[in-house]
């Protein structure tokens, strides 16, 4: 039963896109977010087929994209978006991670103590409590979730914003303006791959086209979903960006070229503060991998479903009473608890091998930028519209395109020799 809003909608983007992204963004100012609000409402429309409004429902991104295009482009969509999915729990996983071992780092650190924290044993953490999340059905149930990690994300990028306000205010009441700028001792083309990871990361930053259409599948019928969705793209997008450009300029103001990858590392007091902003991170990841991660797990069990309908290991349900609660229960599949909990303990091992948190976060977004937020919504768009080749509209959108993919390529490229220099000073047992 479809009883999602435009408010819950808002919760799921939110959820979606604050988070890795807008604690990167200290060294990467957005620029992208005003494309992927474009996208996004041409995305909306893609929902039902052939008519926006009252056409047939398609439950998933591939589905948009087998309506409207078909052929060998659903294929390539599913694996630009799978992949992607894929990488951004594998990221939030490490995400989650830092931030839990950094409250324990900063208590270390506070005491004088030189302990040495390992994220081995928080990925552990996080993937235990994922392997009782990912058991939640489907989309129509992660509402509470998705509200209550909006709710997270936007406590820690205030204290962040916070933070930064008081530095860049102390140093220049105490050493003056010129402090709180530092310029390292960095080659030109040091300095350039770095600005072409920053560029993934801004990427990264607005990546939620991968689940919109799920996420327009939660939404009730009327109003159309396609103008309900919009109204919660422009009510998400716009809230990220707020914070994304005053957590991005005012980082920057903060540290200078000095800017961490991730900006509450690059604070050390007050305490109780960062604690209060890492758990935040912590809660609001925990939620954000259930939103990218019921993607994948509806599309094998579908999938599994259709290709078993007679094996009851694959689709019989089974009723488990809590005692004392009224007769209230939940449903057990044997199967999803099987394969979710593989899923699981597989991202959290490939977490532990890619401890790299800017770069990593950098390459998803240039792997997906392009062909997921830019270049099937545009088809779709001239495919449903019927525009004629080399009319001015077309010619507009498929400029639009091509300058979205030399941004994809150029980040992509940053983020590979970034990952090159991370695999060369990593000490996997130091961890």
């Known amino acids: 039963m479809r009883t999602g809003t435009w408010v819950t909608a808002s919760a799921h983007i939110i959820t979606a896109v604050v988070g890795s992204g807008v604690l990167s963004l200290a060294w990467a100012i957005t620029q992208l977010g005003w494309i992927t609000l474009f996208t996004s409402t041409l995305l909306a429309d893609a929902y039902r087929h052939p008519?926006?409004?009252?056409?047939?429902?398609?439950?998933?991104?591939?589905?948009?994209v087998r309506a409207h295009l078909g052929g060998l482009k659903v294929r390539l969509c599913g694996l630009a978006q799978y992949a992607n999915l894929v990488?951004?729990?594998?990221?939030?996983?490490?995400?989650?991670s830092m931030c839990m071992a950094s409250v324990r780092r900063k208590k270390c650190l506070h005491a004088e103590d030189n302990c040495h924290v390992s994220t081995t044993i928080y990925m552990i953490i996080f993937g235990s409590i994922q392997l009782i999340l990912c058991q939640v059905p489907n989309f129509h149930k992660l509402s509470w979730i998705s509200i209550l990690a909006a709710v997270m994300s936007i406590t820690?990028?205030?204290?962040?914003?916070?933070?930064?306000?008081?530095?860049?205010?102390?140093?220049?009441?105490?050493?003056?303006?010129?402090?709180?700028?530092?310029?390292?001792?960095?080659s030109e083309a040091h300095r350039l791959w770095k600005v072409f990871q920053a560029i993934g990361n801004i990427a990264f930053?607005?990546?939620?086209?991968?689940?919109?259409?799920?996420?327009?599948?939660?939404?009730?019928?009327?109003?159309?979903?396609?103008?309900?969705?919009?109204?919660?793209?422009?009510?998400?997008i716009s809230t990220t960006t707020i914070f994304y450009l005053l957590c991005g300029c005012?980082?920057?103001?903060?540290?200078?070229?000095?800017?961490?990858?991730?900006?509450?590392?690059?604070?050390?007091?007050?305490?109780?503060?960062?604690?209060?902003?890492?758990?935040?991170?912590?809660?609001?990841?925990i939620g954000a991998y259930q939103v990218?991660?019921?993607?994948?797990?509806?599309?094998?069990?579908?999938?599994?479903?259709?290709?078993?309908?007679?094996?009851?290991?694959?689709?019989?349900?089974?009723?488990?009473?809590?005692?004392?609660?009224?007769?209230?229960?939940?449903?057990?599949?044997?199967f999803r608890l099987v394969w979710r909990s593989a899923y699981v303990i597989v991202t959290t091992v490939l977490a532990m091998l890619l401890p790299f948190f800017n770069v990593f976060l950098a390459l998803i977004?240039?792997?997906?930028?392009?062909?997921?937020?830019?270049?099937?919504?545009?088809?779709?768009?001239?495919?449903?519209?019927?525009?004629?080749?080399?009319?001015?509209?077309?010619?507009?959108?498929?400029a639009l395109s091509l300058a979205c993919l030399l941004v994809s390529l150029v980040a992509a490229a940053g983020s590979v020799e970034g990952l090159i220099q991370s695999l060369k000073v990593y000490h996997p047992f130091k961890n």
Request: hydrophobic share 45%; aromatic share 14%; net charge negative.
């Open 156 to 186: 820690y990028s205030f204290i962040g914003l916070g933070l930064s306000v008081a530095k860049v205010a102390a140093a220049q009441l105490n050493e003056g303006a010129e402090a709180t700028t530092t310029w390292p001792t960095v």
């Open 87 to 96: 990488g951004v729990t594998v990221g939030y996983t490490i995400t989650a």
């Open 292 to 334: 990218f991660a019921q993607p994948i797990f509806s599309l094998v069990e579908s999938s599994c479903r259709q290709r078993w309908p007679e094996v009851k290991f694959v689709t019989t349900d089974h009723q488990i009473t809590i005692p004392f609660l009224g007769g209230t229960g939940f449903h057990v599949n044997c």
């Open 365 to 398: 977004g240039a792997a997906s930028f392009w062909p997921l937020t830019v270049y099937f919504p545009i088809e779709m768009y001239i495919a449903r519209a019927k525009l004629p080749k080399f009319s001015f509209s077309w010619m507009g959108l498929q």
């Open 51 to 64: 008519d926006p409004v009252t056409g047939q429902r398609n439950y998933t991104y591939m589905d948009a």
């Open 205 to 236: 930053a607005y990546a939620y086209s991968t689940v919109l259409i799920e996420i327009q599948d939660t939404l009730k019928s009327s109003p159309a979903e396609n103008k309900t969705m919009k109204r919660a793209s422009f009510v998400g």
């Open 250 to 285: 005012v980082g920057y103001a903060a540290f200078g070229e000095d800017a961490p990858g991730d900006l509450l590392s690059g604070f050390h007091q007050p305490l109780w503060l960062l604690n209060v902003a890492n758990v935040s991170v912590t809660i609001h990841l």
